[in-house]
């Protein structure tokens, strides 16, 4: 497609139950973030994709949230046991990477509720 | 490691008010820097960037100049709309290193 593509768009669930949140990025795109925003706030960094280089997980909450990234490509981000507190709508974003090419493009996220 | 500091709000002007949202940065060697909007209910969208030192970012009538002396990227509209209330992202990006961005500031317009 010709954006970030997450789903899906939308997920209710229960507290304890595990939820895995997709991300298709923009093609060609080597770089790959992860936020979360909660009602009214601001961006809060979870984790970054560059290539093939170990990822940037200095922003995960707690161990119940990982993410990884298949083939380059499509990323998934798992939030296990999860609490009301996870509630919020997550967010994907991916660039080139390269020099000059910083721009990250945003997908329309997935808001969770967790009841 | 790199940073960005932006005014905090909410920022509340009238209908064809000039509006300043004051941004600053940390960061080694030379980052590209930018500006997002967040529309009510939307997701993040890019509003403008500048690549070096002296370039302006322009788009849809807002503008934001990459000061390295003052290390700032303030975003300015001579005039605006009801429609331009958002949250406004100042953010930053290194070649091989995390955007960063700054907490957001909302902008309330009033007609």
């Known amino acids: ?115 | 490691g790199n940073s960005v500091t932006q005014m905090e709000g909410p920022v509340t002007l009238s209908e064809e008010a000039f509006l300043t949202i004051n941004c600053t940065y940390t960061a080694t060697g030379y980052p590209s820097l930018f500006w997002y909007v967040q529309y009510p209910g939307e997701g993040l969208q890019l509003l403008l960037k500048a690549t070096k030192a002296d370039d302006k970012g322009s788009n849809k009538g807002f503008e934001a100049t990459y000061r390295k002396e003052t290390t700032s990227f303030h975003l300015e509209k001579g005039s605006v709309q009801v429609s331009d209330s958002a949250v406004y992202f100042c953010a930053l990006g290194s070649p091989f290193q995390k955007l960063v961005f700054g907490t957001g500031t909302r902008l309330l317009v009033s007609p």
């Open chain 1, 1 to 115: 497609g010709a954006g970030v593509s997450q789903s899906p768009s939308n997920k209710v669930t229960e507290k304890g139950k595990d939820v895995e949140l997709r991300c298709d990025p923009i093609s060609g795109h080597t770089a790959l973030y992860w936020y979360r925003q909660s009602l009214g706030q601001g961006l809060e960094f979870l984790i970054y994709f560059q290539g093939n280089s170990a990822p940037d997980k200095s922003g995960l909450p707690s161990d119940r949230f990982s993410a990884e990234r298949t083939g380059g490509s499509v990323s998934t981000l798992t939030i296990q046991r999860t609490q009301q507190e996870d509630s919020a709508v997550y967010l994907c974003a991916s660039s080139l990477g390269r020099q000059g090419f910083t721009e990250a493009f945003f997908g329309q996220g997935t808001r969770l509720t967790v009841v």
